[in-house]
């Protein structure tokens, strides 16, 4: 199984990561531990919303789709 999720940085609300992993509680770990280059400097985080799906293409799709406009729509009505 593959997450697709949104991790909120806690200092700066207005901030939103989206991305995808098997082991979701691992990848919060690393992003709050700044092994993730793109937003070491918003960290910490917290995990605001995820979805699970069976492959990794689907998990990526998911992904690509909530970074667009129609993607952020569904997402704030989530």
Known sequence: MYY?????????QNYFYKGHCEELEKRLSEHNAKQ?????HKAP????????SETRE?????????????????????
């Open 4 to 12: 697709t999720y949104v991790v909120q940085s806690v200092e700066d």
């Open 36 to 40: 993730t280059k793109s937003n070491k």
């Open 45 to 52: 985080f917290r995990v605001v919303y995820f979805e699970l």
């Open 58 to 78: 689907e998990a990526v799709r998911k992904e690509k789709y909530w970074k667009t406009a129609a993607g952020r729509r569904y997402l704030q009505k989530k």
